[in-house]
């Protein structure tokens, strides 16, 4: 039982899921070359997020499929508590597009509803931080670099009029 994860410059890695979510977690995080202190997290290919850093005591199997097909994730939390950026780990545009990018976005949704409701009582935006590196070569006038930052509302939020 295998999960291959995409990262860098179409880089690939086949990790086993028959393990403890955190044990996978630590093995991604050495062999893709991460930051030890990075947190990072697994998204399928649409862009929906596999909440393994709030499992990481459950085994990888019960939360990934075999030979299913992910894209590594840098978490970090931004200014507030309920939000969260995202940066994926993936140079590839086939894969890393606006789609991905817009259910990336509605992570928080599925994911923190308990912390949107406390936001709601205490008058509170939630949101999520997407930042998607730029591409090399393309001028960026961002005092942060190559790096450019998307702050995705709570779709109930946007759809007020």
Do not use: Y
């Not at 459950?58 to 200014?79: D, K, Q, Y």
Request: glycine residues 6%; proline residues 4%; positive net charge.
């Amino acid at each position: 039982m295998f999960i291959t994860v995409l990262h860098g410059e179409n880089e690939k890695a086949l990790f086993n899921i028959h393990c403890k979510v955190q044990l996978l977690l630590e093995s991604i995080k050495h062999c893709c070359s991460c930051e030890n202190e990075d947190d990072i997290e697994l998204a399928d290919v649409s862009g929906q997020v596999k909440n393994l850093l709030q499992n990481q005591h459950r085994f990888a199997s019960e939360l990934l499929s075999e030979r299913e097909i992910c894209v590594l994730l840098r978490v970090t939390n931004g200014g507030g508590s309920s939000e969260a950026v995202f940066t994926p780990l993936l140079k590839d545009e086939g894969i890393i597009n606006p789609k991905f990018l817009a259910k990336l976005g509605n992570w928080e949704d599925s994911k923190v509803s308990s912390t949107r409701v406390k936001a709601k009582k205490a008058g509170k935006k939630t949101s999520v931080l997407l930042e998607i590196p730029s591409e090399e070569g393309k001028q960026n006038p961002s005092p942060q670099g190559n790096r450019t930052k998307i702050i995705v509302s709570s779709p109930k939020q946007s759809r007020r009029h």
